[in-house]
């Protein structure tokens, strides 16, 4: 990957702060095997499918030095995504242009510093008519993490 890649990407994450800003997050005092687990069982008893699981963490870990870096930022950490008909028709009838947060995502990853710690979390999706997918999210996390 050239420099002039790296750097033009660097560019656009910098532009857009809100993803780093709007995040609902827990740390659970448990293995990323076991809350990842969870998190996955939890989608699934909800009736929705896993469209994909995104290995952040791996891919992250496998170019780090291809990109000039010496960090390890997680020890583990995936990205569930996924779609729910029902909550996704709600939020796209009150507005059409929310097809852009779907599919949604439920992020899991432990740290080499705290790898007996482990956090899960959403993006927060803006704006009233999406509050039926951060209910979604979060009940799915809960289960997740409660039990």
Known sequence: MSN??????????LATPTF???IASWVVDDSFDNVSFSVESAIIDK?????SI??????????????GSDITLYAEGLVYSFCSA???R???????????FC????????????????????RFMPGDSMAPVNEMLNAIILEAIEG
């Open 103 to 122: 599919p949604y995502g439920i992020f899991v990853f432990s740290t080499p510093e705290n790898p007996d710690q482990t956090t899960v979390g959403h």
């Open 47 to 51: 009736g929705l499918t896993i469209d």
């Open 86 to 88: 029902s909550v996704s």
């Open 4 to 13: 002039r890649i790296i750097a033009l990407t660097a560019a656009i994450f």
């Open 54 to 67: 995104s290995h952040v963490g791996e891919m992250l870990e496998r170019t780090r030095v291809d990109v």
């Open 20 to 22: 780093a800003q709007d």
């Open 90 to 100: 709600t939020a796209m009838e009150a507005d059409i242009m929310n097809i852009a």
